[in-house]
């Protein structure tokens, strides 16, 4: 069955980086979609970037020229690199994938960025 396991997150502080990952098993990873969200507390989850099977991306204003998204095909993980991070970024990321006109969720990796 699909199952999408996401690592790496953490505390760090205002300006610091961090890069998520997301592997990914039971389906074919490299003609999937991948998107990761992030949804903090008392707030509506929210897309934060996404790429398409082709490597085509896209990204919410508020992150964008700060996060990159990537993709290994070879080791059927997607990451999120996170850069000149702010508090307001403190949330729980979650990686998504639609499979069969199914989406499916990771159990999330929270994110924290504070001094």
């Known amino acids: 069955q699909v199952q999408l396991v996401e690592s790496g997150g953490g505390l760090v502080q205002p300006g610091g980086s961090l890069r998520l990952s997301c592997a990914a098993s039971?389906?074919?990873?490299?003609?999937?979609?991948m998107g990761w969200y992030r949804q903090a507390p008392g707030k509506e989850r929210e897309l934060v970037a996404f790429i398409t099977s082709g490597g085509n991306t896209n990204y919410a204003y508020s992150v964008r020229g700060r996060f990159t998204i990537s993709r290994d095909n070879a080791k059927n993980t997607v990451y999120l690199q996170m850069n000149s991070l702010k508090p307001e970024d403190t949330a729980v990321y979650y990686c998504?994938?639609?499979?069969?006109?199914?989406?499916?969720w990771g159990q999330g990796t929270q994110v924290t960025v504070s001094s």
């Open positions: 998504n994938t639609i499979h069969q006109s199914r989406l499916y």
């Open positions: 039971g389906f074919i990873f490299s003609m999937n979609p």
